[in-house]
């Protein structure tokens, strides 16, 4: 049976964000994971997660400033000191976290913008080579435009190019089966192909990003899918809850002896 991590950004809204550490363990989780942890010290998130016998499986780089609507600092034009800077930030956090891995956002920029995609590229190497130094993978995450209008990596193929073109054995692909299926259908097909290059699995309905089993797609049937490839890691449920987040929880019931 697949392992699932709750991902704090979506889930346990009705707590403020140090107080959903508690309420995941509470709801019977043992890992998390979280966009951002950079409104808070670093020790701070830490006391949350040995206090509840938690552990986080992910986050992300900083993203530059989000208000502004930038998502990612990889591919932006002048801004490579400051995205080596939220490199180190982000690896300050992780040696104190024990996070495994890092999601790099690559920034909005049309994907035909040469320059941008050389910047992208030698961010990528950069990170990936900063994070390997630190024993951890570096990941990327193709996202739909419908959610993220203007990102850089769109394509699922695109991204498994560059971690080919890259060749790093920590540069790894986050595969968000939500995102997989508004961009390219075709999921267990995609699955299969692209598992060997797959750092970690997220997981939400389509088209309303809630509860897995309240979409389009059998979600069950995915995740019976994960076993079978082999996949060992956990699955992040970033996926925005229909109603009260535990009270929503009634579908990994769905899972028991499957
Ligand atoms: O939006 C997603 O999907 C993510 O996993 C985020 O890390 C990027 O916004
Ligand atoms: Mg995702």
């Not at 939500?178 to 267990?188: A, N, S």
């Amino acid at each position: 049976m697949p392992r699932f991590a709750a991902n704090l950004t979506m889930m346990f809204n009705e707590h403020a964000f140090l107080d959903r550490f508690e309420a995941a363990a509470n709801a019977g989780f043992d890992a998390v994971e979280f966009l951002f942890p950079y409104d808070f010290p670093a020790e701070a998130i830490g006391e949350k997660l040995s206090a509840n016998g938690l552990s986080v499986v992910l986050f992300n780089l900083p993203p530059g400033d989000w208000s502004k609507g930038e998502r990612g600092l990889a591919a932006l034009e002048g801004r490579q000191a400051e995205f080596r800077a939220s490199v180190e930030t982000a690896l300050s956090y992780a040696r104190i976290l024990g996070v495994p891995r890092l999601h790099m956002m690559a920034g909005i920029a049309e994907r035909t913008d040469v320059a941008a995609a050389a910047r992208y590229r030698e961010a990528l190497a950069h990170a990936a080579d900063a994070a390997g130094e630190n024993g951890l993978d570096l990941l990327i995450e193709p996202l739909n435009p419908r959610d993220m209008s203007g990102y850089f990596l769109n394509d699922f193929d695109q991204a498994a190019e560059l971690i080919a073109a890259l060749d790093r054995p920590n540069l790894k692909l986050q595969f968000d089966i939500y995102h997989r299926q508004i961009l390219h259908g075709d999921m267990l097909k995609g699955l299969e192909r692209l598992m060997p290059i797959t750092g970690h699995i997220q997981t939400a309905s389509v088209p309303g990003r809630n509860e897995p089993g309240t979409g389009e797609l059998d979600d069950f049937r995915i995740f019976a899918a994960l076993d079978e490839l082999g996949y060992a890691g956990h699955i992040g449920c970033e996926y925005r809850p229909l109603c009260d987040t535990v009270a929503g929880l009634g579908w990994r019931e769905r899972l028991q002896g499957s």
